[in-house]
């Protein structure tokens, strides 16, 4: 059972990441899965879910209307695109699959390895 979190870099104020979470092992279509990111010097924080059942989205509101997360079945995948980027969303971001869709980091049982995003002129 594993995740595989990728996608970050480095990217000018105002640009775009798609960050990927993909699974091997289990099957993502019954888990909730959550991104979290952790800047340095901080405590990981809850940025984003997207529940199994019904597909529900949410959000910190730092990231509302600028961070989308989705998931393809299919590919046994979930995303989160991040537009407009600023530099105060640098951290490395981590996803997170759990039996519900929540902002407590302990609820979620699979962790990946997490990918660093940095947002820097």
């Known amino acids: 059972v594993q995740l595989q979190a990728s996608g970050g870099g480095l990217v000018q104020p105002g640009g775009s990441l798609r960050l990927s979470c993909a699974a091997s092992?289990?099957?993502?279509?019954?888990?909730?899965i959550g991104w979290f990111r952790q800047a340095p010097g901080k405590e990981r924080e809850w940025v984003s879910c997207?529940?199994?059942?019904?597909?529900?989205?949410y959000y910190v509101d730092s990231v509302k209307g600028r961070f989308t997360i989705s998931r393809d079945n299919a590919k046994n995948t979930v995303y989160l695109q991040m537009n407009s980027l600023k530099p105060e969303d640098t951290a490395v971001y981590y996803c997170?699959?759990?039996?519900?869709?929540?902002?407590?980091?302990?609820?979620?049982?699979?962790w990946g390895q997490g990918t660093q995003v940095t947002v820097s002129s």
């Open positions: 092992g289990f099957t993502l279509d019954y888990y909730a």
């Open positions: 997207i529940s199994s059942s019904d597909g529900r989205r």
């Open positions: 997170a699959a759990g039996s519900r869709a929540t902002l407590i980091i302990d609820a979620y049982d699979y």
